[in-house]
């Protein structure tokens, strides 16, 4: 049986959902309950079979480093993993194939079991998504039955990992750019594989990119997409004689130009005896020429030229002046042109004095300000000496070091066990790092008078929350000499309830991505501007109260085996 998902990402089929879902399925129809390891369901099994399934069990997920040498991390995933819980249920050919994959001992009654599982019994709290997060900090505690959560860990840390990472990505290359600056991304033909491609689109845009050039992605989230032409389209023509229909209606409507051509052949004339510009170029290509005024036919009020396809300043930009120059005689303004090849920094700046110059020469209002947009394997390192050399760069499209987090392969996100039956679970290791910090916990973000994050702090779940105003003492979670007392003007609570089955309990509502995309900018302005540089940041402190510091301790202590020296 197939099963396919509505417009809205809803699995309809009454063996997919139990009852009817009131949040949409995950956006990817891969995203089943079979799309985990099988560990997962060998687990489930020695639970189910020890009788430990519905053991009421907490796990956190959360993050060690932080990525690309930086020292903060953009949450996000978590509208995906809600989807999927809100949705989790095992259609019966997947319980035929689990029945054939695992071990032919497996009893009947768990196979049962499964088909009978849902995840109503299983709360989730989380950070809001597209919230700045730190390393150790839950980024979602899910509770409910252990064998339950327990197949959750697979697709949880999968929706999550590249979210946040490619997130991330998106926000350091804002920073880097500036507000100012137009960010598109430019990366499907590069990503890994389909699904990679637009959830590079929307976690991307989420991290403060403005558009896309993915059509899929703009039509599932409503992203704004952009784009022109390509090399092929300049290189396709051969020469003016191509073009055929050469008439164009001014932008008002009241007059129609019969030679759209002739006038763009007389602005290039024009600007070819204008003596500021004698010496930068001659004869220009004509087939690049034909392109141009063939595009600019098809879209007047949309005209944007790739210029590098034969050079740049002998040919392109004097070709797009003479076309965009023809337009503007019938009330239409070109967009601008994109630059793919060579010295970025160099071009754009003589571009720029390119265009200032028709303005005053010719009295163009606004020319000089025509748009430069950039591309070319661009990445956060190329955007910083772009920075440093002096460009005229309006926007850049950034495509294959964005989407593929080429600096860094993956976030690293674990899944840990941190209490079972009210019984606190610790995980130890000789590299203090890996250690988890045990028993269900609430996270606080404690401000200070200049209105920046001080600091964000673990505490038990029940321990009264820190107070504004108030001096607390924050440990270093592993390291004793490391503490510092703080008397926050504001604290925030982290963690909200965005899933349970309990109709007591108020459940937070999932934000648009839009939203999601507004908190994370909001949040990356609020952080200090030492902990967002790309050079040797500052570090950002996670602690934990004086209290569950020395928990941790003890179970630690109680947990390791003692050796025995003879």
Same mark, same amino acid.
């Given at each position: 049986?197939?099963?396919?998902?509505?417009?809205n990402?809803?699995v309809n089929?009454e063996n997919r959902?139990?009852q009817?879902?009131?949040i949409?399925?995950p956006?990817?129809?891969?995203?089943?309950?079979l799309?985990?390891?099988?560990?997962?369901?060998?687990?489930a099994y020695a639970?189910?079979k020890?009788g430990k399934?519905?053991e009421?069990?907490v796990?956190?997920?959360?993050?060690?480093?932080?990525?690309f040498?930086?020292e903060?991390t953009?949450?996000?995933?978590?509208?995906?993993c809600i989807r999927?819980i809100a949705?989790f249920k095992?259609?019966?050919?997947?319980i035929?194939f689990?029945?054939?994959?695992l071990?032919?001992?497996?009893e009947?009654g768990?196979?049962d079991?499964?088909?009978?599982?849902d995840?109503?019994?299983?709360?989730?709290?989380?950070?809001?998504?597209?919230s700045v997060?730190?390393?150790?900090?839950?980024?979602?505690?899910?509770?409910g039955?252990?064998?339950?959560?327990q197949?959750?860990?697979t697709?949880?840390?999968?929706?999550?990992n590249y979210?946040s990472?490619?997130?991330?990505?998106?926000?350091?290359h804002r920073?880097?750019a500036?507000?100012s600056k137009l960010l598109l991304?430019?990366?499907?033909?590069r990503a890994?594989?389909?699904?990679?491609g637009?959830?590079a689109?929307?976690?991307?845009?989420m991290g403060g990119?403005?558009?896309t050039?993915?059509?899929?992605?703009g039509?599932?989230?409503?992203?704004?997409?952009?784009?022109?032409?390509s090399?092929?389209?300049?290189?396709?023509f051969m020469?003016?004689?191509?073009?055929?229909e050469?008439s164009?209606i001014?932008?008002d409507?009241s007059?129609t130009?019969e030679?759209?051509t002739?006038?763009?052949?007389?602005?290039?004339?024009k600007?070819?005896?204008l003596?500021?510009?004698?010496?930068?170029?001659?004869e220009t290509?004509?087939s690049e020429?034909?392109a141009?005024?063939?595009?600019?036919l098809?879209?007047?009020?949309?005209?944007?030229a790739?210029v590098d396809?034969?050079?740049v300043?002998r040919?392109g930009?004097?070709n797009?002046?003479?076309?965009a120059l023809?337009?503007?005689?019938l009330g239409?303004?070109a967009?601008?042109?994109?630059?793919?090849?060579g010295?970025?920094?160099? #071009?754009?700046? /003589? !571009?720029?004095?390119?265009f200032?110059?028709?303005?005053? +020469?010719?009295?163009?209002? =606004?020319f *000089?300000?025509?748009g430069?947009?950039?591309?070319?394997? #661009?990445?956060? /390192? !190329?955007l910083?000496?772009?920075?440093?050399q002096?460009? +005229?760069?309006?926007?850049? =499209?950034? *495509?294959?070091?964005?989407?593929?987090?080429?600096?860094q392969?993956?976030l690293?996100?674990v899944?840990?066990?941190v209490?079972?039956n009210n019984?606190?679970?610790?995980?130890?290791s000789?590299?203090v790092?890996k250690?988890?910090?045990?028993?269900?916990?609430?996270?606080?973000r404690?401000y200070?008078?200049?209105?920046?994050?001080l600091?964000?702090i673990?505490?038990?779940?029940d321990e009264p929350?820190?107070?504004a105003?108030?001096?607390?003492?924050?440990?270093?979670?592993?390291?004793e000499?490391?503490?510092?007392?703080?008397?926050?003007?504001?604290?925030?609570?982290l963690?909200?309830?965005?899933?349970?089955?309990?109709?007591?309990?108020?459940r937070?509502e999932?934000?648009t991505?839009?939203e999601?995309?507004?908190r994370?900018?909001?949040h990356l302005?609020?952080m200090r501007?030492?902990h967002?540089?790309?050079?040797n940041p500052t570090?950002?402190?996670?602690s934990?109260?004086?209290?569950l510091?020395d928990f941790?301790?003890f179970?630690?202590?109680?947990?390791?085996?003692?050796?025995?020296?003879q």
């Amino acid at each position: 049986m197939d099963v396919k998902p509505d417009v809205n990402g809803v699995v309809n089929d009454e063996n997919r959902n139990h009852q009817p879902a009131t949040i949409a399925g995950p956006t990817n129809p891969m995203v089943t309950p079979l799309l985990t390891d099988l560990y997962q369901f060998t687990m489930a099994y020695a639970y189910w079979k020890a009788g430990k399934n519905n053991e009421r069990a907490v796990f956190d997920l959360y993050f060690r480093k932080n990525p690309f040498g930086g020292e903060y991390t953009v949450f996000a995933g978590l509208e995906e993993c809600i989807r999927f819980i809100a949705n989790f249920k095992f259609l019966k050919e997947e319980i035929t194939f689990l029945r054939e994959t695992l071990p032919p001992t497996c009893e009947d009654g768990f196979f049962d079991y499964l088909q009978g599982i849902d995840c109503s019994d299983v709360e989730v709290y989380a950070i809001p998504e597209g919230s700045v997060v730190f390393p150790k900090v839950p980024l979602m505690r899910v509770e409910g039955p252990v064998a339950v959560v327990q197949l959750l860990e697979t697709p949880f840390v999968n929706l999550i990992n590249y979210a946040s990472l490619v997130t991330t990505n998106a926000a350091r290359h804002r920073f880097v750019a500036g507000k100012s600056k137009l960010l598109l991304e430019f990366g499907l033909r590069r990503a890994q594989g389909p699904d990679g491609g637009i959830s590079a689109s929307r976690y991307c845009y989420m991290g403060g990119f403005d558009a896309t050039s993915n059509c899929a992605a703009g039509k599932i989230f409503g992203i704004p997409i952009r784009g022109t032409h390509s090399h092929a389209f300049v290189s396709s023509f051969m020469g003016p004689d191509e073009i055929i229909e050469k008439s164009l209606i001014s932008h008002d409507g009241s007059q129609t130009c019969e030679d759209f051509t002739s006038v763009v052949q007389t602005w290039l004339s024009k600007l070819k005896r204008l003596g500021i510009l004698k010496g930068i170029f001659g004869e220009t290509n004509q087939s690049e020429l034909a392109a141009f005024i063939s595009y600019a036919l098809a879209f007047p009020d949309n005209f944007l030229a790739l210029v590098d396809t034969y050079d740049v300043m002998r040919s392109g930009i004097p070709n797009f002046c003479a076309v965009a120059l023809a337009l503007n005689d019938l009330g239409y303004k070109a967009r601008g042109i994109r630059l793919d090849s060579g010295d970025l920094a160099y #071009l754009s700046c /003589e !571009t720029r004095k390119f265009f200032q110059t028709i303005e005053n +020469e010719f009295g163009v209002p =606004g020319f *000089g300000k025509t748009g430069i947009t950039a591309s070319n394997d #661009l990445n956060e /390192e !190329t955007l910083d000496a772009l920075n440093k050399q002096g460009h +005229e760069v309006d926007a850049f =499209g950034i *495509g294959t070091y964005l989407v593929t987090c080429y600096a860094q392969a993956a976030l690293g996100c674990v899944f840990k066990l941190v209490e079972i039956n009210n019984q606190p679970r610790i995980k130890l290791s000789e590299d203090v790092v890996k250690v988890s910090i045990p028993c269900k916990k609430r996270s606080f973000r404690l401000y200070g008078k200049e209105g920046y994050p001080l600091l964000d702090i673990m505490s038990g779940e029940d321990e009264p929350p820190p107070k504004a105003g108030e001096r607390i003492l924050c440990r270093h979670p592993f390291q004793e000499s490391k503490r510092a007392f703080v008397v926050p003007q504001r604290v925030e609570e982290l963690m909200k309830c965005y899933w349970t089955g309990n109709p007591d309990k108020e459940r937070a509502e999932l934000p648009t991505l839009k939203e999601n995309r507004e908190r994370c900018a909001q949040h990356l302005d609020q952080m200090r501007p030492d902990h967002m540089r790309k050079l040797n940041p500052t570090p950002y402190k996670v602690s934990v109260t004086a209290k569950l510091y020395d928990f941790i301790h003890f179970l630690w202590l109680n947990e390791a085996p003692v050796g025995e020296l003879q």
